[in-house]
């Protein structure tokens, strides 16, 4: 399967990897800096047929790929996107967030659909081996009435990150910390809780990263329509670097914890059923990766690839790309209103909140 990666930044490495695991031919990288493409051809040892680019319009029509993904800045993934499926013809994989906006994911749905393609929403997450594990709980029950949920991501995250790519912290290009850095366990904690909301009301701030135009604090509060509670708090200010990310369920007959680096392991595993031993699962699900991206891209690859092949959608699709988008929004939007957000929400866009920590 003919393969291309538009954007050559700081999660490529990751695309790249899992593409040669899962033996894609990759034809061709683009990046509107042509250094960072010849750093990647460099350390991946990737061969002169790779061609590069600076126009990704340029070599979808010159390439043609059949699967191509997407890790430029965020404010740019749903134009990218549309092109690559209406222009190129190709399957895609949107780095988070699928879009900036609801109306810009429901174009990228509504494309997808009209050229009978299939997009994923790079979530990884959902593939560690603790979060398959414990979603295997929840379609089995083993919760009982699930009761609240919580989702903690205390992150460092300092001038040099920031300075590095100038779109960061941009209501245009990124979002702020709920948007970049904590949107994958946002995205697990609604996943896991049944993802369908009643309401949300959510403060955010900028405490400490003056230099940004968005939110380096987010805290939100969610009722499920099931009845059941969701938590978030999501930050960039811990001190001196990255402290945790943290997953927890509690249900009438199961407490389960998962943490590390990415959510990687399980840290509580309690249930009344008494199914299976909590130190085994503990030690068999367990992952230590070296980076908070964590090892989900290959196995999301996987079934990207096989998705394609098999004519269904993607374990992770654009639908789950928006509801994990329209958290995120509807806590931006509570902030800045100070009410209660309810769901569905209607068309928002991180352009919404532009000058909102001007005054600080």
Known sequence: ????????????????????????????????????????????????????????????????????????????????????????????????????????????????????????????????????KIREAVDMERFGKLLHGTAHIRWARDYEYYSRAKWRGTWAQDGGALMNQCIHNIDLLRWMMGDEIDCVVGMTDRLKHDYIEAEDLGIALIKFRNGSYGIVEGTTNIYPKNLEETLYLFGEKGTVKAG???????????????????????????????????????????????????DRQPYVDAEAGKRALELVLAIYKS??????????????????????????
């Open 335 to 360: 902030a800045a209103s100070g009410e209660i957000v309810k769901f569905p929400l209607a068309e928002c866009s991180t352009l919404e909140f532009e000058g909102r920590f001007d005054n600080k």
């Open 1 to 132: 399967m003919k393969y291309a990666l538009i954007g050559c930044g700081r999660i490529s490495p990751n695309h790249i990897v899992a593409a040669q695991n899962n033996g894609l031919e990759i034809v061709a990288i683009c990046d509107i800096v042509e250094q960072n493409m010849h750093d990647k051809m460099v350390k991946f040892k990737l061969p002169e047929q790779v061609h590069c680019y600076t126009d990704y319009l340029e070599m979808l029509d010159k390439e043609k790929p059949e699967l191509v993904a997407i890790a430029t800045e965020s404010g740019k993934h749903a134009e990218i996107a549309i092109n690559c499926l209406k222009k190129g013809h190709a399957n895609i994989i949107v780095e988070k967030p699928i879009a900036l906006s609801l109306a810009d994911a429901d174009r990228i749905i509504a494309a997808a659909k009209e050229e009978g393609l299939k997009v994923c929403a790079c979530h990884q997450n959902r593939f560690n081996k603790s979060i398959q």
């Open 260 to 310: 590390g680096t990415s959510v990687n392991v399980i840290e509580e595993w309690r249930f009344s059923d008494m199914l299976d031993d909590p130190d085994e699962v503990k030690a068999r699900f367990h992952e230590n990766p070296p980076n908070v991206y964590g090892f989900g891209h290959t196995p999301l690859y996987a079934d990207v690839i096989d998705a394609i092949q098999s």
